[in-house]
């Protein structure tokens, strides 16, 4: 049997096409990759109620929270606003408008947890879940969550775990064209260090790591074989710090 191939019939393609397309593929890559508060915009309009992160951050809050009273509580970067739907004369605070719109809750206000805008010592209790590590430098976010907490009151962080980043998860979201985008993440293993020089002092701090708590999340997206090798490792460091002095008379 034989094959005649006619010329022109097979193209190849040239260095030029090839280099081509690596650079529009990076730029894809690079694309992907995005602050937080365009992530947030484009995350919003399918943003899950609940994530594998997420159930351990609030699986680490109830069990270091419970004792510690709330009377005025802020939560600073409180996206969609569904950990205080329920909690009378509680605010949010987002930098996100489209994620508070999604949200609907109305006890809830945009801004920046690095300026906020409430009076100092307005917060008994002050939470931070999930939000420093999209900043560069949480400094400045420190010091607003002490100043908005009054003396004698409580600020709870909660943060992705830095095993979590070295083990090569990612804080991503898939949009409704299929598209995956990773929001940027920045490592910070000084979050005590960082909240004394803001004037805080801590009190306690956890871990939370992958269990079956969370196995349902990884059945419907990467696949039990992903939680078999994920099995204990730490996705959520939680820190509950404390501003000294004495509450004032009410």
């Known amino acids: 049997m034989r094959v005649h191939l006619k010329s022109g019939h097979l193209r190849f393609p040239t260095l030029h096409s090839l280099l081509e397309r690596i650079r529009r593929h990076s730029r894809r890559a690079a694309a992907s990759l995005l602050n937080?508060?365009?992530?947030?915009?484009?995350?919003?309009?399918?943003?899950?109620?609940?994530?594998?992160?997420?159930?351990?951050?609030?699986?680490?809050?109830?069990?270091?929270?419970?004792?510690?009273?709330r009377q005025r509580l802020l939560d600073a970067g409180c996206g969609v606003g569904r950990r205080?739907?329920?909690?009378?004369?509680?605010?949010?605070?987002?930098?996100?408008?489209?994620?508070?719109?999604?949200?609907g809750a109305h006890n809830v206000v945009a801004g920046d947890v690095r300026?906020?805008?409430?009076?100092?010592?307005?917060?008994?209790?002050?939470?931070?879940r999930l939000v420093l590590g999209h900043l560069a430098d949480p400094m400045p976010a420190y010091k607003e969550l002490a100043r908005v907490c009054r003396p004698g009151g409580y600020v709870f962080v909660?943060?992705?775990?830095?095993?979590?980043?070295?083990?090569?998860?990612?804080?991503?979201?898939?949009?409704p064209d299929g598209t995956v985008y990773?929001?940027?993440?920045?490592?910070?293993?000084?979050?005590?260090?960082?909240?004394?020089?803001?004037?805080?002092?801590?009190?306690?701090?956890?871990?939370?790591?992958?269990?079956?708590?969370?196995?349902?999340?990884?059945?419907?997206?990467?696949?039990?074989?992903?939680?078999?090798?994920?099995l204990g490792l730490k996705l959520v460091c939680a820190f509950l710090f404390h501003r000294p002095g004495n509450a004032p008379d009410r």
């Open 182 to 230: 990773e929001i940027e993440h920045h490592v910070h293993r000084n979050h005590v260090q960082l909240a004394e020089e803001a004037g805080l002092v801590q009190i306690a701090s956890c871990e939370a790591a992958v269990g079956p708590r969370v196995q349902q999340f990884y059945t419907r997206g990467i696949g039990l074989k992903a939680y078999k090798r994920d």
């Open 115 to 128: 300026a906020m805008p409430f009076n100092s010592g307005q917060f008994d209790m002050v939470w931070c």
């Open 158 to 175: 909660t943060d992705f775990h830095p095993d979590a980043v070295t083990a090569g998860h990612r804080r991503t979201f898939t949009a």
């Open 84 to 103: 205080i739907r329920d909690i009378p004369e509680a605010i949010g605070l987002d930098l996100s408008v489209e994620m508070l719109a999604a949200g």
């Open 36 to 69: 937080a508060r365009e992530g947030y915009r484009l995350w919003a309009p399918s943003y899950a109620a609940e994530t594998a992160t997420s159930v351990l951050d609030d699986e680490l809050a109830s069990k270091m929270l419970h004792a510690v009273p």
